[in-house]
C-alpha cells in the first residue's frame, strides 16, 4: 500500500512549521499510523515508541554473546538475518520505568523461551 510522502505532513509548534524527512523510519510511521486508523489509534504512541527503540537495543544486543543464537550473517555485504523469536519477544518486553530502557535480560528470557518452543 503506498504511504503518503512525509514531507507532505507539517506541524507548527511555537510559531514554527516544521515537515517530516522522506525517511524509511518516517515513511514506517506513517504506514503504522494508516494501519490503526481511528479504530485504534490509542495504540499508536506505544507502538511507535516500541519501533523507535528497536534501533538503539538491536546496535546494543549484537555485541552480546547471550544474543549470538539470535543472528545469523548472510551473503549480503552488512546484512544481518534476525531471529522471529527475537522480534516477537521484542514486540511484549517491558521497559524499565526509571529509564525507558527495553529490560535486556526479559528480551534475553523471552527470545530463549520462544526459540525453545519452536525451534
Known amino acids: ?27 514506517g510511521m506513517l504506514s ?10 490509542d495504540l499508536f504512541p506505544a507502538i511507535v515508541t ?4 528497536f534501533g538503539g537495543v538491536f546496535s546494543q544486543i549484537q555485541s552480546e554473546p547471550r544474543f549470538a543464537p539470535f543472528f545469523n550473517g548472510t551473503d549480503e555485504e552488512g546484512a544481518i538475518m534476525v531471529s522471529e523469536a ?3 519477544a521484542f514486540a511484549s518486553t ?5 529509564t525507558m530502557d527495553v529490560d535486556l535480560d526479559e528480551l534475553h528470557r523471552g527470545a530463549t523461551a520462544i526459540l525453545a518452543q519452536d525451534p
Not at 50 to 53: A, G, L, P, T
Not at 94 to 98: D, K, V
Open 94 to 98: 517491558p521497559f524499565i520505568p526509571q
Open 50 to 53: 516500541r519501533i523507535m527503540s
Open 86 to 88: 527475537l522480534l516477537d
Open 1 to 27: 500500500m503506498p504511504v503518503k510522502n512525509p514531507q507532505e505532513y507539517k506541524v507548527r509548534m511555537a510559531g514554527n512549521t516544521y515537515a517530516f524527512t522522506d525517511t524509511p523510519l518516517n515513511r
Open 32 to 41: 503504522v499510523k494508516d494501519f490503526l486508523r481511528e479504530e485504534q489509534k
